[in-house]
Antibody, heavy 115, light 108 residues
């Protein structure tokens, strides 16, 4: 079955960096665009970034443009999110999700930005 | 920036029909998707491309569209349907995405 597993979350100080990973199985990763979506505690869903199936096209939400970088390694069936210059307001559960209709989601990884 | 507007809450009695709206100026030109999220769980796609239903989603869930508004309809509401529901569509660039603020469905 389809499975997406995020990892890499944790507690980090403001201004520091963190890398999230999303390992997938059960579908052809190399044929699928992928997204990162986050959810701050008690808040709604917020789309963060998208990457095309082969990695050549990327797009970001204004809130993270210039600080976050989405990438992928199709040989490892893994999606990444490099988060730099982290701010307190980046505290959230981060989900990876498949495709343009977000048909499959991981369970999320919690990132807490705190001094 | 482009926004999708949903009512914060909708309440219905068991067995009744719940209707959740989502409004956005670009919805006539862009598909909308709907997600169900229960507490502590990841979202689940329930409607895609305005009206299509994934094969593992109950027939009680349906989608419709009219002008700048899309609607999620849940017929024969059950207590298990109590959740937050989010609409989503493309943003003004057509490449990124935007979510509505979410609607909390309460089954009385």
């Amino acid at each position: 079955q389809v499975k997406l597993v995020e990892s890499g979350g944790g507690v980090v100080q403001p201004g520091r960096s963190l890398r999230l990973s999303c390992e997938v199985s059960g579908f052809t990763f190399s044929s699928s665009g992928m997204n990162w979506v986050r959810q701050a505690p008690g808040k709604g869903l917020e789309w963060m970034a998208v990457i095309s199936y082969e990695g050549s096209e990327k797009n970001y939400a204004d809130a993270v443009k210039g600080r976050f970088i989405i990438s992928r390694d199709n040989s490892k069936n893994t999606l990444y999110l490099d988060m730099n210059s982290l701010r307190i307001e980046d505290t959230a559960v981060y989900y990876c999700a498949q495709g343009t209709s977000l048909g499959h989601w991981g369970q999320g990884t919690l990132v807490i930005v705190s001094s | 920036s482009y926004e999708l507007t949903q009512p914060p809450s909708v309440s219905v009695s068991p067995g009744q029909t719940a209707r959740i709206t989502c409004s956005g100026d670009a919805l006539p030109d862009q598909y909308a998707n709907w997600y169900q999220q229960k507490p502590g769980q990841a979202p689940v796609l329930v409607i895609y491309k305005d009206t299509e239903r994934p094969s593992d989603i109950s027939e009680r869930f349906s989608g419709s569209t009219s002008g700048t508004t899309v609607m999620l309809t849940i017929s024969g509401v059950q207590s298990a349907d109590e959740a937050d529901y989010y609409c989503q569509s493309a943003d003004s660039s057509g490449i990124g995405m935007v979510f509505g603020g979410g609607t909390k469905l309460t089954v009385l």
